[in-house]
């Protein structure tokens, strides 16, 4: 069978999972690089073994391109939905780095072109591949936590504005709410069973700033990384209510005055409970005796080399025509509601109801 032929379009720090992850595919073949930097996509190519791909700095020329077959999207947030739609309606299949987009209206336009083209549109919510993600779905599709009804996520640094595009709410649409918060939310709102928004109240606060003028302590920063610009919250907090009872808090940051660094996902089922992050547990009783089950696995935290060799290789199987993606566009729909709801509800001090 011939290969999918594969275009990567933002070729930063991300792009390394999505070239690694399609060099080890044994059925993708990656044909074409675009990124505004020409010299940073041939790089890419060349370190990933495509010394051959054409190369591209406007991706309205990488989407005409006919020899591509599916385009991974790693560019700054504000160009996801614009380039996605253009892909789609080339006849590409898409896998979108999180967030799908900046706002619900560009989500529902994606998922609007994504339907007329028949072709798969993924969003990387890469964290549902994760090896400790996949063993805890087992346990809750066989009931093992019944209803869950509450879940609790935290994703917080103390010192981590990445600076750059990240910082410049013009091309990220937010700050930790949207570049962190995305990932826990959504791991919550997979492992509830994808339940339906119905209220949202958040606060964001920017009161720290990046934090730039601390010393000796190191922390990651963008590609183009650039402390000058910083018009993003440092820190947000939210309480999301579903339709069928449940809710979700949740709260995220950039610069917070913490002892260290934070990353909990726990969620609560009337049957049992269980810790995602840091590490897998899932607790439950028997014989009128609690229990905290550890499950004896190779990586009990999410494995980033693994979950994104799992995400790459469920796309290729969708481009292939195997499988419908685990993350479709209707996912992204859902989760900018959320996201978007909480700027909404902070600006101007009141819970976003939705119909
Ligand atoms: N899944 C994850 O765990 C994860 C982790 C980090 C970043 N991300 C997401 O990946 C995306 C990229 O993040 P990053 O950390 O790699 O950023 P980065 O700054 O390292 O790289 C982004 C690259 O995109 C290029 N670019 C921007 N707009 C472009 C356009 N219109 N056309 C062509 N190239 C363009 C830039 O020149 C840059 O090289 C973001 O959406 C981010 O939210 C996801």
Known sequence: MSKVKVAVVGAGSISEMHFGGYEKNGEAEIVAVCDLNAERAKE??????????????????LVADSNVDAISI????????????????????????????MTVEEALAVQEAQKKSGKTLQVGYVRRYGTNTRVLKKFIDDGDLGQIYYAKASCLRR??????????????????LIDLGVHVIDLCWYLMGKPKVKSVSGNTYNLLGNR???????????SDYDANVNTVEDMANALIRFENGASLAVDVSFSLHLKQDELNVKLFGDKGGAEVEPELLILGEKHNTILNMSPQIDHLSFDFNRGFQNEVDHFIDCCLGRTETLCPAEDGVEMMKMLCGIYESSAKGTEIVYS
Request: neutral net charge.
């Open 74 to 101: 790693c560019t700054w947030n504000n160009s996801h939905a614009p380039i996605a739609i253009a892909a789609l309606e080339a006849g590409k299949h898409v896998l979108v780095e999180k967030p799908l987009c």
């Open 159 to 176: 010192l981590g504005n990445p600076g750059g595009w990240f910082s410049d709410k013009e091309r990220s649409g937010g700050g930790p």
């Open 212 to 222: 730039n003028h601390i010393e000796n302590l190191s922390f990651y920063k963008a």
């Open 44 to 61: 890419k190519a060349v370190r990933f073994g495509a010394p051959e791909a054409a190369i591209y700095t406007d991706y309205k020329e």
